[in-house]
Every structure is written in C-alpha cells, then in structure tokens.
C-alpha cells in the first residue's frame, strides 16, 4: 500500500539572489550602477517568463539588494501580480569589505612591507584590486579573534546562517521562497549546505555573478544544494558587459 507523504515531507526551495552591479570605485558603492540596472530587470523578466513565484520574500537591507529586489516587486506590479511581503533582515547583509581592508592593509604590510607595492597597484586595475582583496579576506576569515572591532569570519557565518535557520523555520514546508542578498552570505549557505571549509567557502565567493540565481532545497534542517550561480539570462543577452561579480 503506497503511503501518503506527509506536508512536511514536502521540500521547499529557497532561491538565493545576488545582488546586481553596484557602484564599484564610486564614492558610494551601495547603489546599482546603470549594469545593475539592466541586470535587475533582466533577472525579473527570467522569473516570469520560468513562471516562478514567491511565497515569502527575504532581503538584507543594503541598497543594493533592495534596489534589487525593487525592480522585482516593479516589474510583478506592472504584469498585475502581486508579491508578498518581504521580510528585510540584516543577517543577510555582507560583512564590511571596506573597514576590513582599511584595518588589515596596514597591519599586513607592516608585516610583510612588500605588500605595499601590490596595494599602491591596487588602482591601476581591478586584476591587481582583485589579488590584494583575496589575500586581505583570506587573513580576515583566519584570524580567530576579533580586531579592532570589526566582525569576525566566524561571527558572520553564524549571523547568515541564523538567517538561513530562520528563512526554513519560518517558512516550513513546500514553499517557494526569495532571499535578496551579496555573494559571501550566499557562500556561507553553500558552505552549510555542502559542508566545505571556510576557505573554500571564501573562494567560492568571487565565482558569484551579479544578479544570478543559487537554490537550495530544505525539508525539516535538511539543506542540499539544487542550483548555483545561474546567470542565463544574463548570457543570453550575448553583451560581456551584462557579465559582472562586483
């Protein structure tokens, strides 16, 4: 005799959302940049056309990902849908590269005074920009012990994690749900889910697009990877310009 599955057997996806361009090497970088833009809406006419809708919605309360998510709800409003609330959240902010660069920068070179050419490099292009900001996050998320205030590898983790908890215990079973947020908090679930290490899990993070799509499946505490860094519908616009991981 076949048995009926129980609601809770049911599995549910969660659709993690990376943020689209911001405003690299602007003065205020939280805030899309013209790519960005064009991402979001590019990313907003991809889930109509798959004919994907929300159950819940979650989102970190950067700009970016709300201006992200805004051209979401905008684009839902103009075909006659609506979305359902969203639930803004800073456990699904990203850490703060900025005060973790200006902290660390100084205390590696004072170490090691050759890293002050790459770091006078850091400028000329985003090649050399990217090479300094690897090594300055790998120091970041191995150092056990907070440094001058700024938030630990291992605090954040947790902090997305919990956030991650939340999204599951709040949403149960056979849901389709949106989390709006950066590419180190979608790592971090990743991580979770495909129990890697914390390097790896950093590493996996500069493979992120803007704008793409990673899904996880859940049922109960049960989190498997069922998707990672979808950006076909950036692809399809065959524009390299559309291609960004800032």
Not at 68 to 74: E, I, K, M, P, V
Request: charged fraction near 20%.
């Amino acid at each position: 005799m076949k048995k009926n599955k129980n609601k809770g057997d049911t599995l549910s996806i969660i659709y993690l959302i990376r943020h689209a361009q911001a405003s690299f090497g602007q003065p205020d970088y939280d805030q899309l940049s013209d790519i960005g833009h064009l991402q979001a809406a590019a990313l907003s006419d991809h889930l109509e056309q798959r004919g994907i809708s929300f159950n819940a919605i979650y989102s970190g309360t950067q700009r970016r990902h709300e201006q992200t998510l805004a051209a979401f709800r905008n684009h839902e409003s103009a075909a006659g849908r609506q979305c359902p609330p969203v639930t803004a959240t800073g456990a699904f902010n990203e850490y703060d590269s900025e005060a973790i660069l200006k902290t660390l920068i100084p205390q590696m070179i004072e170490k090691n005074p050759d890293f002050e050419v790459e770091v006078n490099g850091m400028i000329r292009d985003k090649r050399s920009f990217q090479k300094v900001y690897e090594q300055v996050m790998l120091k970041w998320i191995l150092s056990d012990h907070s440094i001058n205030g700024l938030e630990t590898w291992r605090t954040y983790r947790e902090r997305v994690i919990s956030g991650l908890q939340m999204v599951m215990d709040q949403q149960g079973a056979g849901k389709n749900v949106a989390v709006f947020t950066s590419g180190g908090a979608i790592s971090v679930c990743v991580q979770k889910a495909l129990h890697l290490s914390d390097e790896l899990a950093l590493n996996l993070t500069w493979q992120i697009m803007n704008a793409s799509i990673t899904r996880l499946k859940y049922s109960g505490s049960r989190v498997v990877l069922f998707g990672f860094n979808d950006a076909a519908h950036l692809e399809v616009k065959k524009n390299n310009r559309m291609i960004t991981y800032r």
